[in-house]
Every structure is written in C-alpha cells, then in structure tokens.
C-alpha cells in the first residue's frame, strides 16, 4: 500500500527476557559492538508450530507464509469471568458485536486484557482462553492463523486444574493445522476489523516455536 495511505503502525508484539553479553572488540576499545542473545522459543511474543504438539512435525521454518500476513479481526472477551474458557457462542457474539462475518485465512486475535498486566504475577492466572470446541469452530470457517494477548492460547492453569479439561485449545493442533501466538499486547489499540497484520516468525528449524515481530497496520 503507499506510505501516506498508513494511518499508523501498532506493535503488539511483547518483548521477552534477554541476556546481552558485550564481546571482543568494544572492550578494547576498537568501536565495533555485538551481542550474545540468548533466548527461549516461547519467550516474549511466539508462534508455536505444530511441533510443539506433535514430536514428528516441522518447526516454525514450514510455517506457511500466506498465513502471516492479512485481515485482522479483534474479539473482545474482557467481559467474561477470569478463568473462563471461550465458547462457540462467545465468539459468535464477539462477531456480532462488531458486526462482522469470518472469511478464511482472516487472523484472529482474542482480547483477554491480560496485555495490560503483563509486568504482574496476575498475568500468568487472570485471563480467559480458548477451548478445544471454540478453536476447531474457527478452524471451520478457514481460520489458520490465531493470536492471544495472554501468557497461553488455553485458560490459565489453575481453571484448567478445577474443571480437569488440560491443553484443550492446543491440542487441537495434533489433529488439525493452525498456528497461534501467545503473549500479543496493546489489542486495546485495535478496532474489530479493517487493518492488517503482519506476524512473520523467525524462520527456525525444528523447534516448538519462534519469535514473532507482532505489528498491525491501519490504513486512512
């Protein structure tokens, strides 16, 4: 799209912890910098491959790259009690609040609120998540690619511990192809639908998940 078409960028990626090791050449004062980073592949913003559930399956390298790029869609489910778990009628009724129909590969993003919170211990329990049932219900409609501003795509732990239901989300992805990101933030700053995301992951061979530079793209 022209540049002056772009209204503004919005990174929505969370930044992961690091460990930066200043090397060689800057300690003896010869003006050349570089780092050692060292970094988990589910830390900050990720995309977890199939691999992730199944052992035998390519890393974030086979991720298909039509799936990372497009419309972007935004469901709000801040009203619903911490811990819940997403139903089909729940993001039947996100959909209707923003009056909008899902067409295949949109990305979908779910806003849980817990982007606000990301630097407190409540970050890891006071979030809701998607359920086995809601997530093959968007893998229905042609959804591929999916993203959620909390630390897991599930329900936190400890709802998953009292209602005895353990992964349900992410084991959909040991029968069916779908991708999701975990730890997004500033989905406040998005509308329902009418922007673009980009959300290319770091092409790394065979491991669970990747790095994702996360930025949504609204246009005039």
């Not at 992805?173 to 992951?201: A, I, V």
Request: proline content about 5%; charged content about 20%.
């Amino acid at each position: 799209m022209p540049l002056h078409q772009i209204r503004h960028l919005v990174a929505i990626g969370r930044r992961g912890h690091h460990l930066d090791v200043r090397l060689g050449p800057q300690q003896r004062g010869d003006g050349i910098a570089h780092y050692l980073v060292v970094i988990g592949d589910h830390i900050g913003t990720h995309m977890d491959s199939l691999r992730h559930m199944r052992e035998n399956a390519p890393g974030p390298e086979a991720v298909p790259l039509e799936y990372c790029y497009g419309e972007g869609v935004c469901l709000d489910f801040r009203h619903l009690p911490k811990g819940a778990g997403i139903s089909v009628q729940d993001m039947r009724d996100a959909l209707a609040k923003i009056k909008y129909t899902l067409k295949p590969l949109d990305i979908v993003l779910i806003h849980t609120g817990a982007g606000k919170i990301q630097d407190s211990e409540k970050y890891l329990t006071d979030h809701v998540g998607m359920t086995g049932e809601s997530t093959n219900w968007l893998l229905d409609q042609g959804i591929k690619m999916t993203g959620i501003d909390a630390v897991t795509f599930d329900p936190p732990i400890w709802a998953m511990f009292e209602r005895k239901q353990f992964w349900e989300a992410h084991c959909v992805m040991k029968t069916r192809e779908y991708y999701h990101l975990e730890n997004l933030t500033n989905l406040d700053q998005l509308p329902g639908h009418g922007f673009k995301l980009s959300l290319f992951p770091v092409k790394w061979v065979n491991t669970t998940g990747a790095p994702v530079r996360a930025v949504a793209i609204l246009e005039d």
